[in-house]
């Protein structure tokens, strides 16, 4: 790790509690080391595991070609000097005293708390056998014992994990159909193009895909045995699949006194309106300057790189000055990659820079009064990796939209 | 072996030279350094050449792991392994590579 450790000197911290051990917990273990906190941190997680990657869950590891190992996020030489506390639940956060308490009667107080619990998948109130959602490795080892040749898979929600699921059961030989609420897959983020590209791809594959329904219930009584949508229509299933978006993890903070009506509300920085806590992660709805208004992001490189971040605030008590790159996220479906970056607040124009739909290496560009600022593409990873660099200069020279959506849009499995 | 002359390597630009097995690629900084390591991700198969050069560090182009170019270190996740590295020399304005005689961290299911 550095050797600078001003970072504990200036800050007079001597202790850090990360409550969440996945991706941003991780990756805020590393920063505060990185950046030379040398004092005491304790990780709680209610999971079991080391902190693991989520992204293959509904890609390679669905299909079993990579294992719970393969997805450990701790590189192979990393000294973290970390106090673990897994398989423990944090039940509730005393700010004033930055005090956890846990699931086994014990409690850690400290001189700060980032939280970092990230979110859980919407469900049904009837989770009958057979009906599955996918957020940790137990889901996904549940779900792809379902999965066997010539299963009648259905799956409610075309966001993206809805999307992946689907190729993944193909390739396993599962029958599969995809109901989506919404005009096309993935429609109300990227634009009917882009939509209209995933739709295509995942047909190429076999899989069903039905928009504009809405699925009202699973049926079955110990078993599912299909859904029913809105209109009365049933269709019959062996395996459910539930990719209907997800909600911050933040019930344990309800008496905090913190803003957690969507997400734990923060500044730019990731600081909460309590003195020495901090959100990071899923579960944080960070101020973003270009809405004008908290926005939680869903999505894996934000929740890795945002804690650098936060930690930077909290050891300095300064503004941090490093900038964020723009929004990154990939998904893989049905052989193909596709990679978006960048922000969209709706109405942006969009342009087809390269490739086309039918070739499957389609590139467009959304922009907004002529800038670009978002960029996506199938298959065309080299021209994403320069897009993704162009846009963190003109990310910043972009004005915020006239008229500023007050609501949070119901959210998308890691959706834009 | 001579890669090619420092002036057609411009600062910031990486370059893979797939002449060697595994290729590699060789990065010059905007500090002016310059850098070779393997060109494949030590996580997945994708090439470190199209990634994202910032300092002495490099952003896989594809799940954004980070590796630093001096020593080869996993910077930031998803991969757990070092990238390795070559020894750079600049001599009359032309770069030279000394491939490393250590293994290399090939992803799984890649070689060559
Ligand atoms: C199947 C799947 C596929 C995905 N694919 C992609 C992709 O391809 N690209 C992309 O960009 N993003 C993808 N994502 C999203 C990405 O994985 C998330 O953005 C990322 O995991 C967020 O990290 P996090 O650490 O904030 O939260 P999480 O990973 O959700 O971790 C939070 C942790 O906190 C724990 N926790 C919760 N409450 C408590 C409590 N009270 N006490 C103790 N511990 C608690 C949880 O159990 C969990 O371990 C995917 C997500 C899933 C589920
Ligand atoms: S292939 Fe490089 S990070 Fe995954």
């Known amino acids: 790790m550095s050797t600078d450790h001003a970072g504990t000197a200036a800050s007079g911290l001597k202790s850090v509690t990360i409550v969440g051990a996945s991706l941003a917990g991780h990756a805020s273990a590393r920063a505060l080391r990185a950046q030379g906190f040398d004092g005491r941190i304790t990780m709680i997680g209610d999971e079991v595991h080391r902190p693991y990657d989520r992204p293959p869950l509904s890609k390679e590891f669905l299909t079993g070609r990579a294992t719970l190992e393969d997805l450990a996020l701790e590189a192979d030489d990393e000294q973290l000097d970390v106090e673990w506390i897994l398989g423990t639940r944090a039940l509730s956060l005393d700010c004033p005293e930055r005090l956890v308490t846990l699931s086994t009667g014990q409690s850690v107080r400290s001189d700060a708390v980032m939280i970092a619990t990230g979110s859980v998948a919407r469900r049904f109130d009837r989770m009958i056998d057979g009906v599955h959602t996918l957020r940790t490795v137990e889901d996904a080892v549940a779900l792809r014992a379902d999965l066997v040749p010539g299963a009648r898979l259905v799956v409610a929600g075309s966001g993206f994990i809805g999307l992946e699921v689907a190729s993944a059961a193909r390739a396993l030989g599962v029958d599969v159909t995809v109901l989506g609420s919404s005009q096309w897959p993935l429609s109300r983020t990227f634009g009917d193009t882009v939509a209209a590209t995933v739709q295509r791809l995942q047909e190429s594959r076999g899989v069903r895909v039905r928009n504009n329904v809405i699925v009202d219930a699973v049926l079955g009584t110990d078993r599912v045995t299909g859904v029913r949508l809105s209109t009365g229509e049933q269709i019959d299933a062996d395996v459910v699949v539930l990719g209907i978006g997800s909600r911050p993890a933040v019930g344990w903070l309800g008496e905090s006194g913190l803003d957690v009506r969507a997400g734990v509300v923060c500044d730019e920085f990731g600081a909460t309106a309590a003195p020495g806590i901090l959100a990071v992660g899923d579960c944080a709805a960070w101020f973003d300057p270009i809405r004008g208004r908290a926005h939680r992001i869903e999505h894996w490189t934000d929740s890795r790189d945002r804690p650098s971040i936060s930690v930077a605030r909290l050891l300095s008590g300064r503004t941090p000055r490093q900038g964020l790159r723009p929004s990154y996220l990939w998904s893989d479906q049905c052989g193909s990659r596709i990679q978006f970056a960048g922000r969209l607040l709706g109405g942006e124009e969009l342009t087809i820079e390269a490739g086309g739909v039918e070739t499957g290496d389609l590139l467009m560009v959304y922009r907004r009064g002529g800038n670009p600022v978002a960029a996506v593409g199938f298959n065309q990873t080299r021209l994403m990796a320069q897009w993704r660099k162009s846009l963190t200069v003109s990310a910043a020279s972009v004005s915020p939209p006239a008229t500023v959506p007050v609501a949070e849009p119901l959210s998308q499995p890691f959706g834009a | ?112």
Not at chain 2, 40 to 52: I, Y
Not at chain 2, 80 to 104: F, M, N, Q, W, Y
Request: with cysteine; aromatic share 4%; hydrophobic share 40%.
């Open chain 2, 1 to 112: 072996m001579r890669i090619c002359s420092l002036a057609d390597l411009a600062p910031g630009v990486a370059l893979r030279v797939d002449t060697v097995s595994p290729p590699i690629a060789v990065f010059h900084t905007e500090d002016g350094e310059v850098f070779a390591v393997d060109d494949t991700c030590t996580h997945q198969d994708a090439s470190l050449t199209d990634g994202w050069l910032e300092g002495c560090e490099v952003e896989c182009p594809l799940h954004a792991s980070r590796f630093d170019l001096r020593t080869g270190r996993v910077d930031a996740p998803p991969a757990k392994r070092g990238i390795r590295t070559h020894a750079v020399t600049i001599t009359d304005g032309d770069v030279h590579v000394l491939i490393s005689a250590a293994e290399p961290n090939l992803p799984p299911g890649v070689s060559y």
